[in-house]
């Protein structure tokens, strides 16, 4: 008995099919549009920006660095992701970086209240891809001249996205 309802809790040897969950574009435009059109409750602290007549959940920069230095410090990368949120006005929650072998790379993200900071680098290329996403009064475009200071990079190229645009 025990076998056949873990069985059945997991799904396996059931005769059922596959549903597709995808909505339809024409539903998923419709479910927009409501969500857009709906009443926000005012009283709420979503943390939603406006900006310039848009209102959207948070800014959210792809940060590309070429030529920098230091890529493979994981105590130096984990300091300047620091002083990046400092600068943000963010708040840290928690930092896990991963420290490769043997090219010396680090993944990592630092958790914040208004969302976080990635970074991904590969040290042998002297290049390294960051994901700055935060919303509410948190600054984002605050933490590139850190990033700039930290990692000296010949090159910085920075993508701004505004997610979850309502209008």
């Known amino acids: 008995m025990v076998e056949s309802l873990s069985s059945f809790q997991l799904g396996i040897d059931l005769d059922v099919k596959p549903v597709d969950v995808k909505p339809s574009k024409s539903q998923a ?3 927009h549009a409501a969500f857009v059109s ?5 009283d709420t602290d979503d943390h939603f920006v406006t900006r310039d007549g848009m ?5 959210h920069l792809l940060v590309d660095l070429w030529g920098a230095n230091r890529l493979d ?5 984990e300091k300047a992701l620091r002083k990046a949120v400092e600068a943000a006005k963010a708040t840290l929650l928690h930092i896990h970086l991963h420290h490769f072998t043997p090219n010396g790379g680090i993944s ?3 958790v914040l209240a ?3 900071i990635s970074i991904h680098t590969w040290p042998e290329r002297r290049y390294a891809a960051l994901d700055v996403f935060m919303c509410g009064s ?3 475009q605050k933490s590139i001249p850190v990033l700039d200071r930290y990692f000296k ?3 910085i190229e920075v993508e701004e996205l505004r997610r979850g645009r309502v209008k």
């Open 29 to 31: 435009e419709a479910a």
């Open 38 to 42: 709906g009443p926000l409750q005012e």
């Open 55 to 59: 209102t959207f959940a948070g800014t």
């Open 73 to 77: 410090d994981l105590e130096y990368v």
């Open 108 to 110: 990592g993200v630092a």
């Open 114 to 116: 208004e969302s976080h």
């Open 138 to 140: 948190a600054d984002p």
């Open 153 to 155: 990079p010949a090159r």
